[in-house]
């Protein structure tokens, strides 16, 4: 099957600071690419979805300029949490999906925490 | 916006049959996804409907009635390492999943 990581597995970080996160589709081209944040006992909320070569789409109510997407490959789509605050500490998944599939396939998740 | 409603939480018995039930209503519909996920990891892949009826996969089945918007999935002969959280979730449009909030199976011996 298909199989997306993502990197790093875990990270702190302190209030004020950047971080970034990275979604690779190992085996496959993935023409569109999803970010999720997860918050305990909760499920899935979708944040964006970005396509190789063309500025993400946001979903309502998630800032654009503090969550920076780039999806600059077929296998490589970047999330970047600007000047974090600890509200930001979640889980971040990437789901990515093939050219001519339904089905997303999700990376491992990232937990965030900041400080 | 989406409405996607599951229980929030079942419990069931080692070997028993478990079913949960799950009702959208959503602008747009293009299949309906059921993911495992246990704490801390990534949603794992079930099973997929969009047409109506039963679809079967060993242990578990999914099924699906788009005229009255509900799915439910069924998990037979349970194993304690079913004990996690099961996402419904509908794909509404530009491949967009929109998730329901899950629902906690506790599997007890």
């Known amino acids: 099957g298909a199989v997306v990581s993502q990197h790093p597995s875990r990270v702190i970080c302190k209030s004020g600071t950047s971080v970034k996160i990275e979604c690779r589709s190992l085996?496959?081209?993935?023409?569109?690419m999803f970010w999720y944040r997860q918050f305990p006992k909760q499920s899935l909320m979708l944040m964006a979805t970005?396509?190789?070569?063309?500025?993400?789409?946001?979903e309502q109510g998630v800032e654009k300029d503090k969550f920076l997407i780039n999806h600059a490959s077929l296998t490589l789509s970047t999330l970047t949490v600007t000047s974090a605050h600890p509200e930001d500490s979640s889980f971040y998944i990437c789901?990515?999906?093939?050219?001519?599939?339904?089905?997303?396939?999700f990376g491992p998740g990232t937990r965030l925490t900041v400080t | 916006g989406q409405n996607i409603d599951q229980p929030t939480e079942m419990t069931a018995t080692e070997g028993a049959i478990v079913q949960i039930n799950c009702t959208y209503q959503?602008?747009?519909?293009?299949?309906l996804f059921w993911y495992q996920q246990h704490a801390g990891e990534a949603p794992t892949f079930l099973s997929y409907?969009?047409?109506?009826g039963l679809e079967e996969k060993g242990r578990f089945s999914s099924f699906l009635s788009r005229s009255k918007g509900y799915s439910y999935l069924l998990l037979k002969e349970l194993q304690m390492k079913d004990s996690a959280s099961y996402l419904c979730?509908?794909?509404?449009?530009?491949?967009?999943?929109?998730f329901g909030a899950g629902t906690t199976v506790t599997v007890r011996a």
């Open positions: 409907n969009v047409l109506d």
């Open positions: 959503t602008s747009g519909f293009n299949g």
């Open positions: 789901s990515a999906r093939g050219h001519h599939d339904h089905e997303q396939y």
């Open positions: 085996d496959f081209q993935a023409t569109t």
């Open positions: 970005s396509n190789e070569g063309s500025k993400a789409t946001y």
């Open positions: 979730a509908v794909v509404t449009g530009d491949y967009k999943l929109s």
